[in-house]
């Protein structure tokens, strides 16, 4: 979600102002600390709610953005479907980077990744300072072998939100894929600090690992990855 379309009041964002400064550095779990629950303005509700998700209670967010029709509210919905395998035939709306973010998932798991990095690179040129919107392109950007603009576009990311731990492990991809090795196995773990949760973190730690000849050590991480998304 991003922040800006939330329409916040000017009490809530006074209230939310710690919690929304946390969320626009990546930092999703520290956010989440410091959320008051008590915001029931809609804005502050589909904020509460990405936060949420983020820790998986889906069932919680869904309550929270029941009712609202909302861009950021509409693109949670649609991740929501994605991630239960359901089909949402939404059209998102131009000028919502939320919801082109959210729609490139959608496109993914249909494996059309043409139209998935288009919607992403929407999503960048409406809010450029987003830099969840910038790591999601510098991944699909990745994805079809553009390393320099994956590189332009993961280095504005980590710019606009330096504690977002799925820049840093998209970092770590770029750097085993390069074979520096020692470099990616430290994005990978300044990743894992930052959020021990996400799995792609320790599938990139487990290829470390076996490059490096750890099998042991690659093996639990690779584990550790089934574990948390199977």
Do not use: C
């Not at 994605?82 to 059209?91: F, K, L, P």
């Not at 196995?185 to 076996?210: P, T």
């Amino acid at each position: 979600v991003n922040p800006a379309e939330l329409a916040l009041e000017v009490s809530a964002q006074s209230a939310l102002g710690g919690a929304l400064e946390k969320y626009r550095s990546g930092d999703l779990l520290g956010a989440l600390a410091v959320t008051s629950a008590e915001q029931f303005t809609p804005g502050a509700r589909i904020f509460r709610a990405q936060l949420e998700l983020a820790v998986g209670r889906v069932n919680v967010a869904e309550s929270l953005i029941a009712g609202l029709n909302a861009a950021p509210a509409n693109a949670l919905r649609e991740l929501i479907a994605v991630v239960r395998g359901q089909t949402v035939e939404v059209a998102p709306a131009a000028n919502s980077a939320s919801e082109l973010l959210a729609h490139s998932y959608a496109l993914q798991s249909r494996a059309d990744l043409k139209a998935a990095l288009a919607a992403a690179q929407q999503a960048v040129q409406l809010a450029p300072d987003f830099g969840f919107a910038r790591a999601r392109l510098a991944e699909l950007e990745f994805a079809f072998g553009h390393r320099r603009a994956a590189l332009a576009e993961l280095d504005a990311a980590l710019k606009s939100s330096p504690r977002l731990a799925p820049a840093h492990a998209l970092q770590g991809f770029v750097l085993l894929e390069q074979n520096n090795v020692v470099a990616a196995l430290a994005a990978f773990d300044h990743a894992r600090e930052l959020d021990a949760a996400l799995g792609s973190v320790w599938l990139g730690r487990g290829l470390v690992l076996m490059q490096r000849r750890d099998f042991a050590g690659a093996r639990e991480s690779l584990q550790v990855a089934a574990a948390l998304e199977p």
